[in-house]
């Protein structure tokens, strides 16, 4: 596994994106676990994000894409809206222990 962050550096209802070893992820935590997925929208394959670390829509509830405004539920990557309905981002498996949230690429 590979360490991606410490673990307060991911708060609770924070989304943060990260590139490691060349490849752009996006973490968030969510009623404290966390989530981490590629950052790719499966309808385009471009990175999701309208600015640095902004992944999550208004209510803060699901993970949106700037482009077209496709919505991904946080908790299974699932696109609920948009013309990517029914496609999943790619998730990564992760852990989170003492020393922080380790991915597992």
Same mark, same amino acid.
Not at 7 to 12: K, N, S, W, Y
Not at 29 to 35: E, L, T
């Given at each position: 596994?590979? =360490? ?7 708060? +609770?209802?924070?989304?943060?994106? =990260? ?8 973490? @968030? &935590?969510? %009623? %404290? &676990?966390? =989530? *981490?997925?590629?950052? *790719?929208?499966? $309808? /385009? ?8 670390? &902004? =992944? ?6 699901? @993970?949106?894409?700037?482009? $077209?405004? !496709? ?13 990517? !309905?029914? +496609? $999943?981002?790619?998730? @990564?498996?992760?852990? +989170? %222990?003492?020393?922080? @949230?380790?991915? %597992? /690429?």
């Amino acid at each position: 596994m590979k =360490f991606l962050c410490a673990g307060d550096a991911l708060g +609770e209802g924070q989304s943060r994106g =990260f590139l490691l070893e060349g490849r752009k992820l996006l973490a @968030i &935590r969510k %009623d %404290d &676990r966390v =989530f *981490v997925y590629r950052n *790719v929208c499966p $309808h /385009l394959g471009i990175p999701l994000e309208w600015q640095p670390d &902004r =992944f999550l829509d208004a209510s803060g509830s699901l @993970i949106q894409c700037a482009t $077209h405004g !496709a919505l991904f539920l946080i908790d299974s990557g699932e696109c609920v809206a948009g013309p990517c !309905a029914g +496609e $999943h981002l790619p998730r @990564i498996a992760c852990r +989170e %222990d003492g020393a922080g @949230i380790w991915v %597992d /690429l």
